[in-house]
């Protein structure tokens, strides 16, 4: 199997299974999803989905968490992974959007990334969910099972380059859902250490019977 076919053969697969799809993380604006996602790293959507409604409503959009201190954030985000460094970095972060956005997350790539707390792989979230751009996050599950199933070479050993590989073989229009589709399959199917092949749709083009 080409790689060009390998590809097709996934692709086809999710359009016809998963033709709908998108972050399980909860949201109800772009500061939200923004906050959402730099809280889900190295942490579970289930446990983020948890802490953020009371967060939320607590500090609704960037104007009023620019008010607050860390330690006040610091109080919601308690239970979620690294929460002292996330806090800080939340404030910080709606500090910026109010002070040089206007209290608007900001949808140029160059300046989502200069927020603070706010990498590529965030980024690319941004990009793809709220402003439904053809942006391919790369998280340990896309990581994984791009490697996994042979949608990338193992020279493809950073973040970057996965990203780069796939948006180089994706058609643009599927990038955002393709994010999506392997990061699921990753998360529910083909997991980190002990993955469910038998349940995996693609255990018959899988590389590893190769």
Known sequence: MTKRERYAYILDYFREQMPVVTTEL??????QLLCA???????????INQV?????????????MAKAEPEDVFEYIRSVSYP???????????????CDFGGEVP????????LPGV????????????FGRAAMAVDTHVFRVSHRLGLVPASANTPLKVEQELIKNIPSDDVPDAHH???????????SRKPHCEKCPFDGICPKKI
């Open 119 to 130: 990498g590529r792989k965030t980024a690319n979230v941004m990009q793809a969910v709220w």
């Open 26 to 31: 909860e949201f109800g604006s772009a500061f």
């Open 37 to 47: 996602t730099l809280l889900s790293a190295q942490c579970t959507d289930k446990r």
């Open 181 to 191: 589709w392997l990061l699921l399959h990753g998360r529910y199917i083909c997991t």
């Open 107 to 114: 949808s140029d790539m160059d300046d989502l990334v200069k």
């Open 84 to 98: 002292n460094s996330k806090a800080k970095h939340l404030v910080e972060m709606a500090r910026m959007v109010v």
């Open 52 to 64: 953020t409604p009371a967060l939320f409503a607590r500090f609704p959009d960037a104007k009023s």
